[in-house]
């Protein structure tokens, strides 16, 4: 079955603790982006990769770093979380050559305290 | 950069009222497509507009995608309580490699 993975699911941390969001596609897309949705503001694209070790900035980057080191992997690391950084996060992927459909997955709802 | 405005932010409906949302670009899209997420789920993919004046239906849904390839509309017919959700547009400039930019999305509730 054609998806995207995304642990965890749900996480609360601290302020200040290095935290890392896996996410995993197995459909051999080159395009991988995440978001973050917050009440009111929609989906704000946050980093994305065209294809392996090459990754860009987004429209709110800061404080978020990501590496592309295989296709199908794309995790976003939180180096210090603060509490600005509480939301819903989204991984999503896309065949590049199409510029098409994107497939989200699941959603990690982050909280810091 | 590019800016999706979408609108209403909330919609209240009675069930089998219509509805509709709608998008607008600052700048013109290479295409645009439509996106529906249920209460507690993900975005999921509905359909992709790519030329100018499109008209698309899907079942009770209309899309359509402006002359000037900068706006874009959704309409439901006949709304049914399955259709709660949010729905997001998100345009698609063409030029670059940053992908869509979402509109903020339209809340549609629906009272039975």
């Known amino acids: 079955e054609a998806q995207v993975t995304q642990n965890p699911r749900y996480l609360i941390t601290v302020t200040g603790k290095k935290l890392t969001v896996t996410c995993s596609q197995n459909?051999?897309?080159?395009?991988m982006s995440w978001y973050r949705q917050d009440p009111g503001l929609g989906l704000r694209q946050i980093y994305y990769s065209m294809n392996v070790e090459v990754t860009d900035k987004g429209d709110v980057p800061e404080g978020y770093k990501v590496s592309r080191k295989e296709k199908r992997n794309f995790p976003l690391i939180l180096e210090s979380p603060s509490p600005n950084q509480t939301s819903l996060y989204f991984c999503?992927?896309?065949?590049?050559?199409?510029?098409?459909?994107?497939?989200f997955g699941q959603g990690t709802r982050l909280t810091v305290v | 950069g590019q800016q999706v405005m979408q609108i209403p932010q909330y919609q209240h409906v009675q069930e089998g009222e219509d509805f509709t949302t709608y998008c607008n670009s600052s700048?013109?899209?290479?295409?645009i497509q439509w996106y529906k997420q249920r209460p507690g789920g993900h975005p999921v993919f509905l359909i992709q507009?790519?030329?100018?004046?499109e008209v698309k239906k899907q079942k009770r849904l209309t899309f359509q995608f402006g002359e000037a390839k900068k706006n874009s509309s959704l309409h439901i017919t006949a709304t049914q309580t399955t259709d709660v959700g949010t729905y997001f547009c998100?345009?698609?400039?063409?030029?670059?490699?940053?992908?869509?930019?979402f509109g903020k999305g339209t809340h549609l509730i629906i009272q039975p």
């Open positions: 507009l790519v030329k100018s004046g």
């Open positions: 700048t013109t899209l290479s295409n």
């Open positions: 999503a992927s896309s065949p590049q050559e199409r510029r098409t459909e994107a497939f």
């Open positions: 459909m051999n897309h080159e395009y």
């Open positions: 998100a345009g698609d400039s063409g030029g670059g490699a940053d992908g869509l930019t």
